[in-house]
């Protein structure tokens, strides 16, 4: 006799594939909408509009955005089209490849055709060999004989000399040498890799820059003195080469007995995954990208010739350089909160109000100050932080260190798995143990991204809490380059959930039941679901319903199939995505009430905003802040918080600048069609900036 348990089992089953079919089908390519994202930013170095020094620092960005695109996106993607039921096909990444080859085409006509000759009538060059005069050329030979060439060790291929260790986007030439090596054989391909110590963009005194500002790239001053490194042979031909490869750390955390050992082990072990790119020049011989294309095991289509220097991220350092201020962004200055004077202690003025911070258009110093006073009151008994990206040097985990040292209770959950910034949080963690500090790595098989600081501290005969929670990460430098919110509060429901993570964190028991968090992965796409479902049942009853949502990422299908039906049923849905959406908007019957615009500014959208409204008035309405994007990783494999804003002063203040700017924006915006492509709102010719009118409101 069957199984009741089982056949139910296989009737979930067969309802969840029913139900997930015409969801694949709407979806659109994850891969193709992160490149999709990165022609928007490119489309920021065309724009006459932008200074000329920051059009070429969207240069630099779109490849290093296109770096991690290759080392971490295209890599899984790759991964997952060799499983099956996967939903990944090897047609789809073709796609994305062959749109990933017509992008870096796009970047570097841009930057010779346009951004390059631009700069040069603004007498800033970047001399290459032909180029330069006779000082010049004299110069650069100094140079190359003392700063270079004492640091380059040609290698010789040959059975004892075999293909070296390429390490992960390192930056070498391939040499193609004619006549005999010292012992008569015709070994003819060279290695040469270009040291990593030296500065990539180097100024050229101004006695021989004929009144302008010349720079010259390392890779031309080596290419210039090449044949020196061969003086028995001949140098036919040569190119510069790089390789991206698959940068995901592989540690299995449930065999590991120490998550930070293991971690500290396998990131040397980084620089050597498997390879997904190479990069070579333009003018590189067939024969010797096909002898790397060989020696990498990949195939033609990820060979990417390119007309200029091989990692534009280097010239950055131009950009650092030159002498040019109306070239660039006018400086900004971030504001003081006008809710906390500078004269008050700032837990004082917590004490008596929840307060908002709004970066990068307000100081993140606050958070800083809040930090400071903790550890320098004798009354705060104990801190609780949680650390993602904070940055190899940071005011912060130096207060941390300091409050430890004090005696009090310091609990850091360093999230080791951080991509990028391992080796930094690894080295926080070390110092912090080493001072008393209690450390935690948050979960197996979690990463900790919530944003989370709590201050514990001693009233007479009561213990206060005093948190902050915020959308962005515990990173001053980043904090003046990225929209974020940040919530100040002494709210004790808030406070007590706060402490709950952290209780969550460190002992591993079961999280005790929030008040007014959201917690992934307990609760957070639940509640999010179930709000959108209360939307399309006010929208199916004729009631006013509104969803506007702004994040960075639009792909767990839970939360997109909520959104459809919702739509389904009348609601109308704005949402805001800065980078990749898997959602289709305006699909008749589908999404027709959906609405997707992105913005690329001067400062990186990072803010998550989420609000619903299902009737009239305020208690038939929720506006939530968090830390986390609408991807399944953020609702099902990472510690992730949202919280409620309730006060309907700072609740209006929210809607006023993360919100209704946003979409009513015509500068900045651009507009998704339900095929997958975009479009500048009013073709770049508008006059409403969300960022330029938040850098004036809190001037």
């Keep these: 006799m069957p199984s009741p348990v089982k056949d139910h089992a296989k009737d979930q089953a067969k309802d969840t594939a029913?139900?997930?079919?015409?969801?694949?089908?709407?979806?659109?390519?994850?891969?193709?909408?992160?490149?999709?994202?990165?022609?928007?930013?490119?489309?920021?170095?065309?724009?006459?509009?932008?200074?000329?020094?920051?059009?070429?620092?969207?240069?630099?960005?779109?490849?290093?955005?296109m770096d991690e695109f290759f080392e971490v996106r295209f890599a899984d993607a790759l991964e997952a089209a060799s499983e099956p039921g996967s939903g990944t096909t090897h047609s789809e990444l073709a796609k994305a490849a062959e749109e990933a080859h017509t992008l870096v085409d796009e970047q570097y006509a841009l930057f010779n055709d346009v951004l390059m000759p631009a700069l040069a009538r603004e007498g800033i060059v970047l001399i290459n060999h032909a180029e330069r005069n006779e000082a010049q050329r004299a110069w650069v030979a100094q140079y190359f004989h003392r700063e270079v060439q004492p640091l380059l060790v040609p290698l010789g291929l040959d059975p004892s000399h075999p293909f070296p260790q390429v390490a992960n986007k390192s930056l070498n030439f391939i040499v193609q040498l004619g006549g005999l090596d010292a012992y008569g054989r015709e070994n003819g391909i060279a290695i040469v890799k270009v040291p990593?110590?030296?500065?990539?963009?180097?100024?050229?005194?101004?006695?021989?820059?004929?009144?302008?500002?010349?720079?010259?790239?390392?890779?031309?001053?080596i290419r210039a003195h090449l044949a020196e490194l061969f003086p028995s042979r001949t140098v036919e031909s040569f190119s510069q080469f790089r390789v991206t490869r698959d940068s995901d750390l592989d540690v299995d955390e449930d065999e590991v007995k120490n998550l930070r050992t293991a971690?500290?082990?396998?990131?040397?072990?980084?620089?050597?995954?498997?390879?997904?790119?190479?990069?070579?020049?333009?003018?590189?011989?067939?024969?010797?990208?096909?002898?790397?294309?060989?020696?990498?095991?990949?195939p033609e289509a990820a060979l990417y010739r390119v007309n200029g220097p091989v990692n534009l991220v280097r010239l950055n350092s131009l950009i650092d350089q030159a002498r040019a201020s109306s070239h660039r962004f006018k400086p900004h200055e971030p504001s003081w909160p006008a809710t906390l004077p500078r004269n008050r202690p700032i837990m004082a003025s917590v004490a008596e109000r929840d307060v908002l911070l709004h970066h990068p258009f307000e100081s993140f110093e606050p958070v800083v100050?809040?930090?400071?006073?903790?550890?320098?009151?004798?009354?705060?008994?104990?801190?609780?932080?949680?650390?993602?990206?904070?940055?190899?040097?940071?005011?912060?985990?130096?207060?941390?260190?300091?409050?430890?040292?004090?005696?009090?209770?310091?609990?850091?959950?360093?999230?080791?798995?951080?991509?990028?910034?391992?080796?930094?949080?690894?080295?926080?963690?070390?110092?912090?143990?080493?001072?008393?500090?209690?450390?935690?790595?948050?979960?197996?098989?979690?990463?900790?991204?919530?944003?989370?600081?709590?201050?514990?501290?001693?009233?007479?005969?009561?213990?206060?809490?005093?948190?902050?929670?915020s959308t962005g990460n515990y990173n001053p430098k980043t904090a003046r380059l990225y929209t974020d919110l940040g919530c100040l509060t002494a709210d004790p429901e808030m406070t007590t959930d706060v402490e709950a993570v952290f209780q969550h964190l460190a002992s591993l028991n079961p999280m005790a039941p929030t008040r007014r968090l959201l917690v992934a992965p307990e609760s957070l796409q639940a509640q999010m679901v179930a709000l959108l479902d209360k939307v399309g049942e006010a929208a199916r009853k004729g009631k006013d319903a509104r969803v506007v949502a702004k994040f960075n990422a639009l792909t767990d299908p839970v939360l997109i199939e909520a959104?459809?039906?919702?739509?389904?049923?009348?609601?109308?849905?704005?949402?805001?995505?800065?980078?990749?959406?898997?959602?289709?908007?305006?699909?008749?019957?589908?999404?027709?009430?959906?609405?997707?615009r992105s913005l690329v500014g001067r400062f990186l959208e990072h803010s998550r905003v989420f609000y619903f409204r299902w009737g009239d008035g305020l208690t038939q309405e929720a506006l939530y802040l968090g830390s986390a994007d609408w991807m399944s990783r953020n609702m099902e494999r990472r510690i992730e918080v949202a919280w409620p804003v309730?006060?309907?002063?700072?609740?209006?203040?929210?809607?006023?600048?993360?919100?209704?700017?946003?979409?009513?924006?015509?500068?900045?915006?651009?507009?998704?069609?339900?095929?997958?492509?975009?479009?500048?709102?009013?073709?770049?010719?508008?006059?409403?900036?969300?960022?330029?009118?938040?850098?004036?409101?809190?001037?």
């Design 563 to 596: 959104l459809v039906r919702a739509s389904q049923c009348g609601a109308q849905i704005d949402l805001i995505v800065r980078g990749a959406c898997m959602l289709a908007p305006g699909v008749p019957g589908l999404t027709e009430t959906v609405r997707v």
């Design 646 to 699: 309730r006060d309907p002063a700072l609740r209006q203040r929210v809607i006023d600048e993360t919100l209704v700017p946003y979409l009513h924006d015509d500068v900045d915006a651009w507009t998704l069609a339900s095929d997958g492509s975009y479009a500048r709102v009013a073709d770049g010719k508008g006059q409403q900036s969300a960022q330029r009118a938040l850098v004036q409101r809190h001037r």
């Design 18 to 65: 029913a139900a997930e079919a015409p969801a694949r089908h709407r979806l659109l390519n994850r891969e193709r909408s992160i490149l999709a994202f990165n022609r928007r930013v490119l489309a920021q170095a065309a724009r006459e509009d932008v200074p000329l020094l920051e059009r070429l620092r969207y240069i630099c960005i779109v490849s290093s955005n």
């Design 263 to 298: 971690l500290r082990s396998e990131l040397s072990a980084r620089h050597f995954g498997e390879a997904i790119r190479l990069e070579v020049v333009q003018s590189c011989p067939a024969a010797l990208s096909d002898f790397l294309l060989t020696q990498f095991d990949l």
């Design 369 to 469: 100050q809040f930090l400071r006073e903790a550890v320098e009151d004798p009354n705060v008994l104990a801190i609780k932080q949680t650390i993602y990206r904070t940055g190899s040097e940071s005011v912060l985990m130096e207060l941390l260190l300091e409050a430890a040292r004090r005696g009090k209770e310091v609990l850091a959950v360093v999230e080791l798995k951080a991509r990028f910034d391992e080796e930094a949080n690894i080295n926080w963690a070390e110092r912090l143990e080493a001072v008393g500090a209690q450390v935690v790595y948050g979960i197996v098989g979690l990463k900790t991204h919530a944003k989370l600081l709590l201050v514990t501290r001693k009233q007479g005969p009561r213990m206060v809490r005093y948190a902050h929670l």
């Design 196 to 221: 990593r110590v030296l500065p990539r963009i180097i100024r050229m005194p101004d006695r021989i820059s004929e009144g302008k500002q010349a720079f010259v790239q390392l890779t031309s001053v």
